[in-house]
């Protein structure tokens, strides 16, 4: 059944794109100091409590690991919904959606749990074939901001292990590229005495466990012509909800395409959450024009018009994707079961005052 969503959002002609998408990297050269940016998120009022990750896995604490993780309870009780921007760090669309519900967001029913930088290390240094600009500054209210772009995959310096020469996922056969041991995505549910990358993401799972989160999302980027760019990815048991969010997105000019979780591909947010823990689980993707082009082969010239895939209309589309992700929720839940919300902003807000308004 369709439903019409309440948001009110500017149409965009979207496009589709087909292309393969190898997503390969590459060596690390560590130079900045370790350690994700925590001073670069400023709470908002809906911010009830602010937590280090390691709470959840005391063998995080101290290390390169170790990430900022923001609570925002409704004074009603209702829903737990968790969101994780920053799995890969050079995927800034989910960044800044992130820090925005820190920043923005008030709650009204139910709890927010929001990890902006979900791994801490992959913030904390730039691969040198990764494209596009190294931060990203916005002129806000209190000055100018920077975010920091950082990349796919855990420090190398940090993961306690060199990579081995492939990486097997301890729950299946699959057989990956050794640096892939670092990706946060490639490490779910993970070991609680593995190593960095594996005790992230074991931390993210224990936390979506324990705090009884009901949805929880990872917010990705992909290539523009990446077959997963343009896709709400979802473990099987939640794919009718995912369904229905992207005919309510349609229905406000955002042409997102959706897809279940392949069973067998092991160690990925959206199966590994949905698999562990009770809460329904979303993977976002946008198109990055900096992101995996080359990996493509494409002609980098013709991607890397930011122009065409403008950073708040990335951010837009997230936010817009969680929110009707949530409402497709809301809509089978009894009233007081349902998750309530005010302040994130719609991507005709930030199309029509860009994303510093709306940073603290
Ligand atoms: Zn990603």
């Given at each position: 059944?369709?439903?019409?969503?309440?948001?009110?959002?500017?149409?965009?002609?979207?496009?589709?794109?087909?292309?393969?998408?190898?997503?390969?990297?590459?060596?690390?050269?560590?130079?900045s100091p370790p350690g994700a940016p925590q001073?670069?998120?400023?709470?908002?009022?809906?911010?009830?409590?602010?937590?280090?990750?390691?709470?959840?896995?005391?063998?995080?604490?101290g290390t390169p690991g170790d990430t900022?993780?923001?609570?925002?309870?409704?004074?009603?009780?209702?829903?737990?919904?968790?969101?994780?921007?920053?799995?890969?760090?050079?995927?800034?669309?989910?960044?800044?959606?992130?820090?925005?519900?820190?920043?923005?967001?008030?709650?009204?029913?139910?709890?927010?749990?929001?990890?902006?930088?979900?791994?801490a290390s992959?913030a904390s240094?730039?691969?040198?074939?990764?494209?596009?600009?190294?931060?990203?500054?916005?002129?806000?209210?209190?000055?100018?901001?920077?975010?920091?772009?950082?990349?796919?995959?855990?420090?190398?310096?940090h993961?306690?292990?060199?990579?081995?020469?492939?990486?097997?996922?301890?729950?299946?056969?699959?057989?990956?590229?050794?640096?892939?041991?670092?990706?946060?995505?490639?490490?779910?549910?993970?070991?609680?005495?593995?190593?960095?990358?594996?005790?992230?993401?074991?931390?993210?799972?224990?936390?979506?466990?324990?705090?009884?989160?009901?949805?929880?999302?990872?917010?990705?980027?992909?290539?523009?012509?990446?077959?997963?760019?343009?896709?709400?990815?979802?473990?099987?048991?939640?794919?009718?909800?995912?369904?229905?969010?992207?005919?309510?997105?349609?229905?406000?000019?955002?042409?997102?395409?959706?897809?279940?979780?392949?069973?067998?591909?092991?160690?990925?947010?959206?199966?590994?959450?949905?698999?562990?823990?009770?809460?329904?689980?979303?993977?976002?993707?946008?198109?990055?024009?900096?992101?995996?082009?080359?990996?493509?082969?494409?002609?980098?010239?013709?991607?890397?018009?930011?122009?065409?895939?403008?950073?708040?209309?990335?951010?837009?589309?997230?936010?817009?994707?969680?929110?009707?992700?949530?409402?497709?929720?809301?809509?089978?839940?009894?009233?007081?079961?349902?998750?309530?919300?005010?302040?994130?902003?719609?991507?005709?807000?930030?199309?029509?005052?860009?994303?510093?308004?709306?940073?603290?």
């Amino acid at each position: 059944m369709r439903r019409r969503t309440t948001l009110a959002v500017a149409a965009l002609p979207l496009l589709h794109w087909t292309a393969g998408h190898a997503g390969g990297v590459l060596s690390p050269e560590p130079k900045s100091p370790p350690g994700a940016p925590q001073s670069e998120i400023k709470p908002g009022n809906g911010v009830t409590a602010q937590r280090r990750l390691s709470q959840w896995l005391p063998a995080l604490a101290g290390t390169p690991g170790d990430t900022a993780v923001f609570v925002l309870e409704g004074k009603v009780p209702g829903p737990t919904v968790f969101v994780a921007g920053g799995t890969h760090n050079m995927e800034m669309a989910g960044v800044i959606a992130a820090t925005l519900l820190v920043e923005r967001a008030v709650v009204q029913r139910g709890r927010l749990i929001v990890v902006p930088r979900a791994n801490a290390s992959g913030a904390s240094w730039r691969d040198p074939k990764d494209l596009g600009p190294g931060e990203y500054t916005f002129d806000t209210a209190s000055g100018k901001r920077t975010f920091a772009v950082g990349t796919r995959l855990t420090r190398s310096t940090h993961q306690g292990a060199p990579d081995p020469s492939s990486y097997i996922h301890p729950s299946s056969q699959e057989k990956l590229p050794g640096y892939e041991m670092r990706n946060l995505n490639r490490a779910h549910p993970g070991k609680a005495d593995g190593n960095l990358t594996q005790k992230t993401a074991y931390a993210l799972t224990r936390l979506i466990a324990v705090e009884g989160a009901h949805v929880a999302f990872d917010l990705h980027e992909a290539g523009p012509r990446s077959r997963l760019a343009w896709l709400i990815i979802a473990n099987p048991k939640n794919v009718e909800q995912a369904a229905n969010a992207a005919l309510d997105l349609g229905d406000i000019g955002i042409d997102m395409r959706i897809e279940a979780s392949s069973p067998t591909f092991r160690g990925l947010s959206h199966l590994e959450w949905g698999e562990a823990t009770k809460a329904a689980a979303y993977l976002i993707e946008t198109p990055n024009p900096y992101q995996a082009s080359s990996y493509d082969g494409d002609p980098l010239e013709e991607l890397r018009k930011e122009g065409d895939y403008p950073l708040w209309m990335r951010v837009g589309v997230q936010l817009e994707a969680v929110m009707a992700v949530l409402n497709v929720h809301n809509s089978s839940a009894a009233p007081t079961a349902r998750f309530e919300a005010v302040g994130v902003p719609s991507l005709a807000d930030l199309k029509a005052r860009g994303i510093g308004a709306f940073l603290n």
